[in-house]
Structures are given as structure tokens and as C-alpha cells.
């Protein structure tokens, strides 16, 4: 992939995203706990208490899921990149 493709790539990300929240609507208040939640042992309860606090630490998990996931991913294709 050359480096103009992946800025375009990047750029179209970006703007997904940017299009995704000026188009924000708040969702009603769920009340059902979700996968993580489950995996973490977190109650809608605890959740509503400190709402910030929570989707920042989810967001960190996944965050750091996604990257370990990533990296194994690069560490089996290193020899067919070139950068």
C-alpha cells in the first residue's frame, strides 16, 4: 500500500468518524448489560454510577485488545511489508 493510500485510508476514517459525531443522538438509557460488562462482573447500578469513569475504562480494555490483536497480527506479516 503505497503512502497516498494510506492517507486516504486515514482520511476516510477520520471522516466517518467526524460525520458519526456531528450525527450523535444519545441513545435512551440501557438497561442490559453488555458482553464486557458480563466479563468484568459490572451491574447496569454500577455502571450508572460513574458512567465516565466506566466507558473510560472499557474504552482502555478495548483499546488495548485491539492493539495486542493488531501487533500479533504485524508480528506475522513483518517480512512483506516495506516501510
Known amino acids: 500500500m503505497t503512502q497516498e493510500q494510506l492517507d486516504n485510508l486515514l482520511e476516510q476514517i477520520l471522516n466517518q468518524y467526524q460525520q458519526a459525531f456531528a450525527e450523535r443522538i444519545s441513545p435512551e438509557e440501557s438497561t442490559e448489560e453488555d458482553d464486557l460488562m458480563l466479563a468484568f462482573g459490572l451491574t447496569q447500578d454500577i455502571k450508572t454510577t460513574n458512567k465516565q469513569y466506566w466507558g473510560r475504562q472499557l474504552g482502555s480494555y478495548l483499546k488495548s485488545l485491539t492493539q495486542f490483536d493488531l501487533q500479533a497480527w504485524l508480528r506475522t506479516r513483518q517480512n ?4
Open 80 to 83: 512483506r511489508f516495506i516501510f
